[in-house]
T-cell receptor, first 115, second 114 residues
Framework: TQLLEQSPQFLSIQEGENLTVYCNSS?????LQWYRQEPGEGPVLLVT?????EVKKLKRLTFQFGDARKDSSLHITAAQPGDTGLYLC???????????????FGKGTLLTVNP | GAVVSQHPSRVICKSGTSVKIECRSL??????MFWYRQFPKQSLMLMAT?????????EQGVEKDKFLINHASLTLSTLTVTSAHPEDSSFYIC??????????FGPGTRLLVL
């Protein structure tokens, strides 16, 4: 069962454009994380959002956690070719409990920023 | 920050052989390690959760006799793909946590079974 739906799955844009990636679920997560992964490498954590309604900014990246902690979005302003990569959202839980902090990953959004 | 390494980074093997992949936490003690598999242009799929000193917990559909996991110390977990077949070719990624929320991911191991 796919618990986290990410959209769009593929996105190809020109340098300078803005974009938004969505991560939606019917389940509540205790926290949600966004990762960026380059080909042939492991994912790198960008941000963790914990509180419903939380907004975090990382330079040109803005992350938002839905009020109900079921969805999240990643907005990139003035995209650059260096932003190219696979963006993954991952929710902790919803049934993990305990101390395992198991993550459920979305399918990912493959972003290509053309110069 | 915390560093997780994997060895080897790439491995090619013949069908029917076994391959061992190591995952090490270099500067912290990992009470829990996770093993993921990722097919091309797809997301990470959790295979199993490994706690130091105890048996791994496998996700539904993952054969525990085929993917042997050993977490013998707080800094090392190994994944052995037994009797590998071409359909086992994939990118295997481990992550480790010291009990906090953050999982630190390794760089991955590319397995190609001929």
């Amino acid at each position: 069962t796919q618990l986290l739906e990410q959209s769009p799955q593929f996105l190809s844009i020109q340098e300078g454009e803005n974009l938004t990636v969505y991560c939606n679920s019917s389940s509540v997560f205790s926290s949600l994380q966004w990762y960026r992964q380059e080909p042939g490498e492991g994912p790198v954590l960008l941000v963790t959002v914990v509180t419903g309604g939380e907004v975090k900014k990382l330079k040109r990246l803005t992350f938002q956690f839905g009020d109900a902690r079921k969805d999240s979005s990643l907005h990139i302003t003035a995209a650059q070719p260096g932003d190219t990569g696979l963006y993954l959202c991952a929710g902790e839980g919803p049934n993990s409990g305990g101390s395992n902090y198991k993550l459920t990953f979305g399918k990912g959004t493959l972003l290509t920023v053309n110069p | 920050g915390a560093v997780v390494s994997q060895h080897p980074s790439r491995v090619i093997c013949k069908s029917g052989t076994s391959v061992k992949i190591e995952c090490r936490s270099l500067d912290f003690q990992a009470t829990t390690m996770f093993w993921y598999r990722q097919f091309p242009k797809q997301s990470l799929m959790l295979m199993a959760t490994s706690n130091e000193g105890s048996k791994a917990t496998y996700e539904q559909g993952v054969e525990k006799d085929k993917f042997l996991i050993n977490h013998a110390s707080l800094t090392l977990s190994t994944l052995t793909v037994t009797s590998a077949h071409p359909e086992d070719s994939s990118f295997y990624i481990c992550s480790a946590t010291s009990g906090e929320e953050t999982q630190y991911f390794g760089p991955g191991t590319r397995l190609l079974v001929l």
